[in-house]
Protein backbone atom coordinates (compact mmCIF):
# COMPACT_ATOMS: atom_id res chain seq x y z
CA UNK A 1 0.00 0.00 0.00
CA UNK A 2 1.10 3.29 -1.00
CA UNK A 3 1.01 5.92 1.90
CA UNK A 4 3.42 9.20 0.40
CA UNK A 5 0.64 11.41 0.27
CA UNK A 6 -1.60 10.62 2.69
CA UNK A 7 -1.32 11.57 6.49
CA UNK A 8 -0.83 8.79 9.21
CA UNK A 9 -0.67 8.62 12.67
CA UNK A 10 1.75 6.06 14.77
CA UNK A 11 0.42 4.86 17.93
CA UNK A 12 3.51 3.10 19.89
CA UNK A 13 2.43 1.20 22.85
CA UNK A 14 5.31 0.83 25.26
CA UNK A 15 4.71 -2.01 27.92
CA UNK A 16 7.94 -1.05 30.48
CA UNK A 17 8.57 0.61 33.75
CA UNK A 18 8.77 4.24 34.39
CA UNK A 19 8.73 7.73 32.24
CA UNK A 20 9.53 8.97 29.08
CA UNK A 21 11.19 11.54 30.58
CA UNK A 22 12.80 11.32 34.03
CA UNK A 23 15.65 12.88 35.39
CA UNK A 24 17.38 9.44 36.42
CA UNK A 25 17.02 8.35 32.71
CA UNK A 26 19.94 7.35 30.26
CA UNK A 27 20.37 9.89 27.59
CA UNK A 28 19.32 8.69 24.38
CA UNK A 29 21.62 7.68 22.09
CA UNK A 30 22.49 6.42 18.79
CA UNK A 31 24.82 3.57 20.20
CA UNK A 32 22.20 1.74 22.21
CA UNK A 33 18.87 2.03 20.57
CA UNK A 34 16.84 -0.14 18.99
CA UNK A 35 15.64 0.34 15.64
CA UNK A 36 11.92 -0.75 15.49
CA UNK A 37 10.89 -1.62 11.41
CA UNK A 38 6.87 -1.90 10.50
CA UNK A 39 6.39 -3.32 7.19
CA UNK A 40 3.26 -1.81 6.17
CA UNK A 41 2.92 -3.92 2.89
CA UNK A 42 3.23 -7.63 5.38
CA UNK A 43 -0.09 -7.57 6.45
CA UNK A 44 -1.37 -10.20 9.37
CA UNK A 45 -4.79 -10.50 10.89
CA UNK A 46 -7.68 -7.80 11.01
CA UNK A 47 -8.50 -6.92 15.11
CA UNK A 48 -12.35 -7.50 16.20
CA UNK A 49 -12.10 -5.76 19.64
CA UNK A 50 -10.97 -6.05 22.81
CA UNK A 51 -13.63 -7.04 25.13
CA UNK A 52 -14.47 -7.90 28.76
CA UNK A 53 -17.62 -9.41 30.71
CA UNK A 54 -19.91 -8.40 33.38
CA UNK A 55 -19.37 -11.30 35.58
CA UNK A 56 -20.46 -11.69 38.20
CA UNK A 57 -20.27 -8.10 40.00
CA UNK A 58 -21.79 -5.88 37.88
CA UNK A 59 -25.27 -7.08 38.89
CA UNK A 60 -24.91 -5.70 41.89
CA UNK A 61 -22.49 -2.80 41.22
CA UNK A 62 -25.04 -1.83 38.77
CA UNK A 63 -27.30 -1.01 41.15
CA UNK A 64 -24.84 1.13 43.01
CA UNK A 65 -25.43 4.87 43.57
CA UNK A 66 -25.22 6.86 40.08
CA UNK A 67 -21.20 7.96 41.10
CA UNK A 68 -19.34 4.32 41.24
CA UNK A 69 -21.22 2.92 38.90
CA UNK A 70 -20.77 5.21 36.41
CA UNK A 71 -17.10 5.45 37.26
CA UNK A 72 -16.57 2.05 36.40
CA UNK A 73 -18.73 2.09 33.65
CA UNK A 74 -15.96 5.47 32.41
CA UNK A 75 -12.84 3.16 33.15
CA UNK A 76 -14.53 0.33 31.03
CA UNK A 77 -15.78 1.87 28.18
CA UNK A 78 -15.31 5.63 27.82
CA UNK A 79 -13.09 7.00 24.98
CA UNK A 80 -13.28 10.21 25.89
CA UNK A 81 -10.49 12.75 26.85
CA UNK A 82 -10.06 14.66 30.08
CA UNK A 83 -8.35 18.68 30.23
CA UNK A 84 -5.19 17.26 30.92
CA UNK A 85 -5.41 14.95 27.56
CA UNK A 86 -5.46 11.75 29.46
CA UNK A 87 -8.15 9.18 28.48
CA UNK A 88 -10.63 8.59 31.00
CA UNK A 89 -11.15 4.83 30.36
CA UNK A 90 -9.45 2.04 28.15
CA UNK A 91 -11.92 2.59 25.48
CA UNK A 92 -13.56 -1.78 25.55
CA UNK A 93 -15.08 -2.32 22.02
CA UNK A 94 -17.25 -5.37 23.11
CA UNK A 95 -19.05 -6.49 26.10
CA UNK A 96 -19.97 -9.65 27.54
CA UNK A 97 -23.08 -9.55 28.88
CA UNK A 98 -23.92 -12.80 31.20
CA UNK A 99 -27.36 -14.42 30.12
CA UNK A 100 -27.95 -16.13 33.77
CA UNK A 101 -29.46 -19.01 34.48
CA UNK A 102 -31.27 -18.20 37.56
CA UNK A 103 -29.16 -19.76 40.30
CA UNK A 104 -29.90 -16.86 42.48
CA UNK A 105 -33.59 -17.82 43.41
CA UNK A 106 -31.57 -21.44 44.77
CA UNK A 107 -29.02 -21.54 47.47
CA UNK A 108 -27.22 -24.32 46.13
CA UNK A 109 -24.24 -21.93 44.68
CA UNK A 110 -22.70 -20.97 48.11
CA UNK A 111 -21.38 -17.50 47.37
CA UNK A 112 -24.42 -15.91 46.03
CA UNK A 113 -21.90 -13.47 44.08
CA UNK A 114 -21.33 -15.81 41.46
CA UNK A 115 -25.01 -16.99 41.28
CA UNK A 116 -27.11 -15.43 38.36
CA UNK A 117 -30.72 -14.22 38.32
CA UNK A 118 -32.68 -16.01 35.32
CA UNK A 119 -34.91 -14.09 33.01
CA UNK A 120 -37.17 -17.39 32.58
CA UNK A 121 -39.67 -18.42 35.10
CA UNK A 122 -40.91 -21.71 36.54
CA UNK A 123 -43.93 -21.23 34.16
CA UNK A 124 -41.78 -20.43 30.89
CA UNK A 125 -42.82 -17.26 30.47
CA UNK A 126 -40.32 -14.39 30.62
CA UNK A 127 -39.72 -11.65 33.40
CA UNK A 128 -37.18 -8.48 31.74
CA UNK A 129 -36.52 -6.79 34.73
CA UNK A 130 -34.28 -9.51 35.97
CA UNK A 131 -30.39 -9.01 35.97
CA UNK A 132 -31.05 -5.03 36.35
CA UNK A 133 -28.23 -4.46 37.16
CA UNK A 134 -26.46 -5.96 34.22
CA UNK A 135 -28.47 -4.35 32.33
CA UNK A 136 -27.32 -1.08 32.98
CA UNK A 137 -23.61 -1.81 32.30
CA UNK A 138 -25.06 -3.21 28.73
CA UNK A 139 -26.61 0.61 28.19
CA UNK A 140 -23.60 2.32 29.65
CA UNK A 141 -21.59 0.47 27.55
CA UNK A 142 -23.58 1.54 24.66
CA UNK A 143 -24.18 5.08 26.15
CA UNK A 144 -20.31 5.59 26.10
CA UNK A 145 -19.82 3.92 22.23
CA UNK A 146 -19.56 0.32 22.28
CA UNK A 147 -21.44 -1.72 19.60
CA UNK A 148 -20.57 -5.07 19.65
CA UNK A 149 -21.84 -7.01 22.40
CA UNK A 150 -21.84 -11.06 23.15
CA UNK A 151 -24.26 -13.31 24.98
CA UNK A 152 -23.29 -16.27 26.61
CA UNK A 153 -24.55 -18.48 28.96
CA UNK A 154 -22.29 -20.68 31.56
CA UNK A 155 -25.36 -23.26 31.74
CA UNK A 156 -29.27 -23.69 30.43
CA UNK A 157 -32.03 -21.64 32.66
CA UNK A 158 -32.29 -24.33 35.35
CA UNK A 159 -36.33 -24.72 34.18
CA UNK A 160 -34.57 -26.75 31.44
CA UNK A 161 -31.70 -28.54 33.38
CA UNK A 162 -31.92 -32.19 33.98
CA UNK A 163 -31.14 -31.44 37.95
CA UNK A 164 -32.98 -28.63 38.05
CA UNK A 165 -29.89 -26.55 39.08
CA UNK A 166 -26.83 -24.71 37.58
CA UNK A 167 -24.11 -26.84 37.56
CA UNK A 168 -23.64 -30.56 37.10
CA UNK A 169 -24.51 -33.26 38.77
CA UNK A 170 -21.73 -35.54 37.30
CA UNK A 171 -20.00 -37.10 34.14
CA UNK A 172 -19.16 -35.65 30.82
CA UNK A 173 -21.99 -34.52 29.25
CA UNK A 174 -24.63 -31.87 29.44
CA UNK A 175 -26.75 -31.24 32.15
CA UNK A 176 -30.08 -30.52 29.61
CA UNK A 177 -31.50 -33.57 28.52
CA UNK A 178 -31.75 -33.70 24.38
CA UNK A 179 -35.60 -33.16 24.63
CA UNK A 180 -34.77 -29.45 26.08
CA UNK A 181 -32.73 -28.78 22.85
CA UNK A 182 -35.38 -26.94 21.55
CA UNK A 183 -36.28 -24.60 24.53
CA UNK A 184 -32.48 -23.44 25.05
CA UNK A 185 -32.50 -22.38 21.84
CA UNK A 186 -35.59 -20.75 21.84
CA UNK A 187 -34.55 -18.54 24.63
CA UNK A 188 -31.39 -17.86 23.70
CA UNK A 189 -33.06 -16.28 20.65
CA UNK A 190 -35.92 -14.83 22.54
CA UNK A 191 -33.76 -13.06 24.77
CA UNK A 192 -31.02 -11.73 21.98
CA UNK A 193 -34.85 -10.67 19.79
CA UNK A 194 -36.02 -8.29 23.69
CA UNK A 195 -32.54 -7.03 23.66
CA UNK A 196 -32.53 -5.97 19.74
CA UNK A 197 -36.00 -4.64 20.28
CA UNK A 198 -34.51 -2.24 23.24
CA UNK A 199 -32.17 -0.76 21.00
CA UNK A 200 -28.69 -3.08 21.76
CA UNK A 201 -27.95 -6.03 19.20
CA UNK A 202 -26.55 -9.36 20.88
CA UNK A 203 -24.33 -9.47 18.13
CA UNK A 204 -22.90 -12.96 18.99
CA UNK A 205 -24.21 -15.78 21.19
CA UNK A 206 -22.38 -18.04 23.08
CA UNK A 207 -23.95 -21.16 24.20
CA UNK A 208 -21.24 -22.65 25.76
CA UNK A 209 -18.52 -22.17 28.11
CA UNK A 210 -15.57 -24.45 28.92
CA UNK A 211 -17.32 -27.48 28.08
CA UNK A 212 -14.18 -29.53 28.90
CA UNK A 213 -14.74 -29.39 32.68
CA UNK A 214 -17.28 -31.31 34.47
CA UNK A 215 -18.57 -28.76 36.49
CA UNK A 216 -19.49 -30.69 39.83
CA UNK A 217 -18.43 -28.44 42.57
CA UNK A 218 -21.17 -25.73 42.52
CA UNK A 219 -19.23 -23.48 43.17
CA UNK A 220 -20.23 -21.25 39.99
CA UNK A 221 -22.71 -21.91 37.34
CA UNK A 222 -21.55 -24.42 34.30
CA UNK A 223 -22.11 -27.65 32.65
CA UNK A 224 -19.86 -29.61 30.20
CA UNK A 225 -21.17 -30.48 26.51
CA UNK A 226 -19.21 -33.21 24.14
CA UNK A 227 -18.79 -31.83 21.15
CA UNK A 228 -21.67 -34.25 19.50
CA UNK A 229 -24.11 -31.99 22.28
CA UNK A 230 -22.70 -29.19 21.06
CA UNK A 231 -23.18 -29.73 17.47
CA UNK A 232 -26.79 -30.51 18.23
CA UNK A 233 -27.39 -27.60 20.00
CA UNK A 234 -26.08 -25.36 17.50
CA UNK A 235 -27.76 -26.96 14.69
CA UNK A 236 -31.36 -25.94 16.71
CA UNK A 237 -29.59 -22.15 17.58
CA UNK A 238 -29.14 -21.34 14.08
CA UNK A 239 -32.39 -22.71 12.88
CA UNK A 240 -34.34 -20.54 15.58
CA UNK A 241 -32.06 -17.62 14.48
CA UNK A 242 -33.17 -18.14 10.48
CA UNK A 243 -36.48 -18.12 11.32
CA UNK A 244 -36.10 -15.13 13.85
CA UNK A 245 -34.34 -13.57 10.84
CA UNK A 246 -32.15 -12.11 13.98
CA UNK A 247 -28.62 -10.56 12.99
CA UNK A 248 -26.85 -12.59 15.55
CA UNK A 249 -24.35 -15.20 14.71
CA UNK A 250 -23.38 -17.55 17.69
CA UNK A 251 -20.49 -18.38 18.48
CA UNK A 252 -18.58 -21.64 19.72
CA UNK A 253 -16.41 -23.50 21.36
CA UNK A 254 -15.10 -21.13 24.42
CA UNK A 255 -12.64 -24.10 24.60
CA UNK A 256 -11.04 -23.91 28.73
CA UNK A 257 -7.99 -24.36 27.70
CA UNK A 258 -6.58 -24.05 23.88
CA UNK A 259 -5.06 -27.53 24.29
CA UNK A 260 -8.65 -28.73 23.49
CA UNK A 261 -8.87 -26.58 20.16
CA UNK A 262 -6.18 -28.45 18.28
CA UNK A 263 -5.60 -32.22 19.85
CA UNK A 264 -7.38 -34.82 21.69
CA UNK A 265 -5.71 -34.53 24.89
CA UNK A 266 -7.67 -35.88 28.05
CA UNK A 267 -10.97 -35.56 27.00
CA UNK A 268 -11.55 -37.13 23.21
CA UNK A 269 -14.98 -36.23 23.16
CA UNK A 270 -14.69 -32.14 24.13
CA UNK A 271 -11.30 -31.76 22.12
CA UNK A 272 -9.92 -31.16 19.10
CA UNK A 273 -12.57 -28.79 18.09
CA UNK A 274 -11.24 -26.77 15.49
CA UNK A 275 -11.42 -30.08 12.88
CA UNK A 276 -14.29 -30.99 14.61
CA UNK A 277 -16.74 -28.59 13.83
CA UNK A 278 -15.08 -26.40 10.63
CA UNK A 279 -13.31 -29.10 8.85
CA UNK A 280 -15.77 -30.26 5.78
CA UNK A 281 -14.77 -33.92 6.60
CA UNK A 282 -16.66 -34.00 10.13
CA UNK A 283 -20.00 -35.05 10.85
CA UNK A 284 -20.30 -31.99 13.20
CA UNK A 285 -19.40 -29.69 10.62
CA UNK A 286 -20.62 -26.34 11.68
CA UNK A 287 -19.34 -24.13 8.65
CA UNK A 288 -21.84 -24.71 6.30
CA UNK A 289 -24.79 -22.98 9.27
CA UNK A 290 -25.56 -19.34 8.21
CA UNK A 291 -25.75 -18.30 11.78
CA UNK A 292 -22.27 -19.74 12.90
CA UNK A 293 -19.86 -16.77 13.12
CA UNK A 294 -16.34 -18.07 11.10
CA UNK A 295 -14.60 -17.80 14.70
CA UNK A 296 -13.42 -20.34 17.23
CA UNK A 297 -13.07 -19.24 20.62
CA UNK A 298 -10.75 -20.62 23.50
CA UNK A 299 -9.65 -19.34 26.57
CA UNK A 300 -5.79 -18.69 27.96
CA UNK A 301 -5.38 -20.51 30.88
CA UNK A 302 -3.61 -22.97 31.97
CA UNK A 303 -1.08 -22.09 29.03
CA UNK A 304 0.55 -19.16 30.04
CA UNK A 305 3.48 -20.24 31.21
CA UNK A 306 5.83 -21.43 31.07
CA UNK A 307 7.26 -19.31 28.54
CA UNK A 308 8.35 -22.20 26.14
CA UNK A 309 5.01 -23.33 26.17
CA UNK A 310 3.21 -20.33 26.03
CA UNK A 311 4.29 -20.14 22.77
CA UNK A 312 4.43 -23.85 21.54
CA UNK A 313 0.45 -23.46 22.24
CA UNK A 314 -0.19 -20.95 20.34
CA UNK A 315 1.63 -21.68 17.70
CA UNK A 316 -0.40 -25.19 17.52
CA UNK A 317 -3.67 -23.15 17.63
CA UNK A 318 -2.64 -20.95 14.32
CA UNK A 319 -1.18 -23.55 12.41
CA UNK A 320 -4.57 -25.83 13.37
CA UNK A 321 -6.82 -22.99 12.12
CA UNK A 322 -5.00 -22.84 8.71
CA UNK A 323 -5.29 -26.20 7.71
CA UNK A 324 -9.11 -25.88 8.04
CA UNK A 325 -11.73 -26.12 5.30
CA UNK A 326 -13.15 -22.70 5.89
CA UNK A 327 -11.83 -19.07 6.25
CA UNK A 328 -11.38 -19.14 10.41
CA UNK A 329 -10.56 -16.54 12.82
CA UNK A 330 -8.88 -16.95 16.46
CA UNK A 331 -10.97 -15.39 19.64
CA UNK A 332 -9.01 -14.99 22.71
CA UNK A 333 -12.22 -14.83 24.61
CA UNK A 334 -11.56 -15.14 28.17
CA UNK A 335 -8.74 -15.23 30.56
CA UNK A 336 -7.68 -14.10 34.47
CA UNK A 337 -4.63 -14.52 36.45
CA UNK A 338 -5.31 -18.13 37.93
CA UNK A 339 -3.56 -19.88 40.52
CA UNK A 340 -2.24 -22.32 37.35
CA UNK A 341 1.85 -21.12 37.64
CA UNK A 342 4.28 -19.81 39.77
CA UNK A 343 5.72 -16.53 38.27
CA UNK A 344 2.74 -14.54 38.77
CA UNK A 345 -0.04 -16.79 41.06
CA UNK A 346 -3.78 -15.71 40.87
CA UNK A 347 -4.63 -15.57 44.90
CA UNK A 348 -3.48 -12.52 46.54
CA UNK A 349 -5.34 -8.58 45.17
CA UNK A 350 -2.63 -7.09 43.58
CA UNK A 351 -3.74 -3.47 42.07
CA UNK A 352 0.18 -2.92 40.83
CA UNK A 353 2.33 -3.45 37.11
CA UNK A 354 3.54 -6.81 38.19
CA UNK A 355 0.16 -8.61 37.18
CA UNK A 356 -0.34 -6.30 34.49
CA UNK A 357 3.15 -6.79 32.33
CA UNK A 358 2.23 -10.35 32.77
CA UNK A 359 -0.97 -9.94 31.32
CA UNK A 360 0.63 -7.59 28.55
CA UNK A 361 3.00 -10.13 27.73
CA UNK A 362 0.15 -13.02 27.39
CA UNK A 363 -2.14 -10.44 25.09
CA UNK A 364 1.26 -10.03 22.93
CA UNK A 365 1.30 -13.11 22.14
CA UNK A 366 -1.79 -14.07 21.79
CA UNK A 367 -2.25 -11.69 19.04
CA UNK A 368 1.25 -12.17 17.22
CA UNK A 369 1.31 -15.66 17.70
CA UNK A 370 -1.57 -17.38 17.61
CA UNK A 371 -2.87 -14.64 15.98
CA UNK A 372 -6.17 -13.86 17.85
CA UNK A 373 -8.56 -11.39 16.32
CA UNK A 374 -9.94 -10.14 19.51
CA UNK A 375 -8.81 -10.40 23.15
CA UNK A 376 -11.17 -10.34 26.02
CA UNK A 377 -11.00 -10.20 29.98
CA UNK A 378 -12.98 -11.98 32.49
CA UNK A 379 -14.42 -10.32 35.40
CA UNK A 380 -14.26 -6.75 34.73
CA UNK A 381 -15.17 -6.03 38.47
CA UNK A 382 -13.83 -8.60 41.26
CA UNK A 383 -14.58 -8.08 44.70
CA UNK A 384 -12.48 -11.10 45.87
CA UNK A 385 -9.08 -11.39 47.21
CA UNK A 386 -7.89 -12.74 43.65
CA UNK A 387 -6.17 -11.11 40.81
CA UNK A 388 -9.28 -11.52 38.58
CA UNK A 389 -10.32 -8.04 38.09
CA UNK A 390 -9.76 -4.89 36.17
CA UNK A 391 -11.33 -2.87 38.72
CA UNK A 392 -12.35 -3.86 42.52
CA UNK A 393 -14.89 -3.10 44.13
CA UNK A 394 -16.23 -3.62 48.24
CA UNK A 395 -18.22 -6.97 48.65
CA UNK A 396 -21.37 -4.96 49.20
CA UNK A 397 -24.55 -5.20 47.38
CA UNK A 398 -25.86 -1.54 47.93
CA UNK A 399 -22.99 0.58 47.98
CA UNK A 400 -18.97 1.07 48.79
CA UNK A 401 -15.89 2.18 47.20
CA UNK A 402 -14.48 0.88 43.77
CA UNK A 403 -11.14 0.69 42.35
CA UNK A 404 -8.92 0.82 39.26
CA UNK A 405 -5.75 -1.14 39.03
CA UNK A 406 -2.37 -1.30 36.81
CA UNK A 407 -4.06 -4.09 34.50
CA UNK A 408 -7.16 -2.04 33.83
CA UNK A 409 -4.55 0.45 32.16
CA UNK A 410 -2.27 -1.90 30.85
CA UNK A 411 -5.26 -3.87 28.94
CA UNK A 412 -6.08 -0.16 27.79
CA UNK A 413 -2.86 0.09 26.16
CA UNK A 414 -4.21 -2.06 23.76
CA UNK A 415 -8.18 -1.71 23.50
CA UNK A 416 -8.23 2.06 23.58
CA UNK A 417 -5.82 2.64 20.40
CA UNK A 418 -6.33 -0.61 18.72
CA UNK A 419 -9.94 -0.29 17.51
CA UNK A 420 -12.25 -2.59 15.59
CA UNK A 421 -10.98 -3.12 12.33
CA UNK A 422 -7.10 -2.28 12.75
CA UNK A 423 -5.12 -4.80 10.75
CA UNK A 424 -1.68 -6.80 12.18
CA UNK A 425 1.07 -5.76 9.88
CA UNK A 426 4.86 -7.01 10.32
CA UNK A 427 7.04 -5.72 12.98
CA UNK A 428 10.94 -6.47 12.67
CA UNK A 429 13.67 -5.14 14.53
CA UNK A 430 18.21 -4.71 14.61
CA UNK A 431 20.09 -6.43 17.25
CA UNK A 432 17.46 -7.90 19.17
CA UNK A 433 14.81 -10.26 19.17
CA UNK A 434 11.30 -7.89 19.58
CA UNK A 435 8.92 -11.68 20.55
CA UNK A 436 11.46 -12.05 23.82
CA UNK A 437 8.89 -12.96 26.38
CA UNK A 438 11.52 -11.63 28.96
CA UNK A 439 13.05 -8.60 27.13
CA UNK A 440 11.46 -6.79 24.39
CA UNK A 441 8.14 -7.70 22.46
CA UNK A 442 6.63 -5.82 19.65
CA UNK A 443 3.49 -5.71 17.56
CA UNK A 444 2.03 -3.33 15.08
CA UNK A 445 -1.96 -2.80 13.24
CA UNK A 446 -2.76 -0.31 11.12
CA UNK A 447 -6.53 1.74 11.76
CA UNK A 448 -9.39 0.40 9.72
CA UNK A 449 -9.24 3.75 7.65
CA UNK A 450 -5.27 3.88 6.91
CA UNK A 451 -4.32 6.47 9.50
CA UNK A 452 -3.03 5.35 12.29
CA UNK A 453 -0.18 2.86 12.81
CA UNK A 454 -0.53 1.43 16.34
CA UNK A 455 2.52 -0.28 17.57
CA UNK A 456 2.92 -2.49 20.86
CA UNK A 457 6.36 -3.00 22.75
CA UNK A 458 6.62 -4.27 25.77
CA UNK A 459 10.09 -4.19 27.93
CA UNK A 460 9.58 -7.13 30.21
CA UNK A 461 13.23 -6.82 31.56
CA UNK A 462 14.50 -4.61 34.13
CA UNK A 463 16.91 -2.52 32.09
CA UNK A 464 15.35 0.28 30.30
CA UNK A 465 15.53 0.42 26.47
CA UNK A 466 16.12 3.19 23.63
CA UNK A 467 13.59 3.06 20.83
CA UNK A 468 13.38 4.43 17.20
CA UNK A 469 10.37 3.71 14.89
CA UNK A 470 11.15 2.71 11.23
CA UNK A 471 8.15 3.58 9.21
CA UNK A 472 8.43 4.04 5.06
CA UNK A 473 6.25 6.31 4.90
CA UNK A 474 7.81 9.90 4.15
CA UNK A 475 8.08 12.61 6.35
CA UNK A 476 7.13 12.27 9.69
CA UNK A 477 5.59 14.41 11.99
CA UNK A 478 5.06 15.32 15.74
CA UNK A 479 4.79 12.59 18.16
CA UNK A 480 2.50 12.45 21.63
CA UNK A 481 3.32 10.10 24.32
CA UNK A 482 1.09 8.71 27.03
CA UNK A 483 2.47 6.47 30.04
CA UNK A 484 1.23 3.87 32.02
CA UNK A 485 3.65 2.39 34.89
CA UNK A 486 4.26 1.87 38.67
CA UNK A 487 3.82 5.24 39.43
CA UNK A 488 1.07 7.00 41.40
CA UNK A 489 -1.21 8.93 38.62
CA UNK A 490 0.54 7.39 35.39
CA UNK A 491 -2.38 5.77 33.69
CA UNK A 492 -2.19 6.47 30.24
CA UNK A 493 -0.60 9.92 31.15
CA UNK A 494 0.59 12.81 28.33
CA UNK A 495 4.01 13.31 28.19
CA UNK A 496 5.91 16.04 26.30
CA UNK A 497 5.54 15.82 22.96
CA UNK A 498 8.72 14.84 20.47
CA UNK A 499 9.12 16.24 16.73
CA UNK A 500 9.60 13.81 14.25
CA UNK A 501 10.92 10.24 14.25
CA UNK A 502 13.04 10.47 17.00
CA UNK A 503 14.50 8.37 19.38
CA UNK A 504 12.94 7.50 22.98
CA UNK A 505 13.36 6.11 25.82
CA UNK A 506 11.38 2.66 27.17
CA UNK A 507 12.14 2.32 30.76
CA UNK A 508 11.74 -0.60 32.82
CA UNK A 509 8.32 -2.00 33.71
CA UNK A 510 5.67 0.93 32.42
CA UNK A 511 3.55 1.25 29.47
CA UNK A 512 4.42 3.93 26.53
CA UNK A 513 1.84 5.29 24.22
CA UNK A 514 3.85 7.09 21.42
CA UNK A 515 0.99 8.82 18.73
CA UNK A 516 3.08 10.02 15.78
CA UNK A 517 2.04 12.19 12.74
CA UNK A 518 3.27 11.12 9.34
CA UNK A 519 2.92 13.04 6.12
Known amino acids: MSIRFKTFFVLLVVVSGSCFKRDTE ?5 DNETVITIHLDNKKQMIRNF ?7 CNFIGAWPDQQRNQVADWLFSTAI ?3 GRPKGIGLSLWRFNIGAGSAAQDNITDEWRRTEGFLKDDLTYDWNKQAGQQWFLDAAKTRGVDQFVGFTNSPPVQLTKNKKA ?6 HANIAQEKYDAFAVFLATVAK ?7 VLNYLSPFNEPQWDWTAGSQEGTPYSNQEMFEITRKLDSVITKENLPTKIQVAEAGSMVYLYGLSDKPTRANQIEEFFSKG ?4 LGGFNSVDRTISGHSYFTSAPVKDMVAVRQLVNQKIKSVSVPLEFWQSEYCILGDQEEVPGPGKDTGMVPALYVARLIHHDLTVANASAWHWWTSVSVYDYKDGLVYADKNKTTGKVEDTKLLWALGNFSRFIRPGA ?7 QKVNI ?4 GLMASSYVNAEASELITVVINYSNSDETMRLDVPAGTVGESRLFITSGKDGENLKPLDKMEGAGAFLVPKTSIITVVTKLL
Open 26 to 30: QPVTA
Open 51 to 57: GSSDAWA
Open 82 to 84: DGE
Open 167 to 172: FSSGGE
Open 194 to 200: HFQEKGI
Open 282 to 285: STRF
Open 423 to 429: QRVEVTA
Open 435 to 438: NNPV
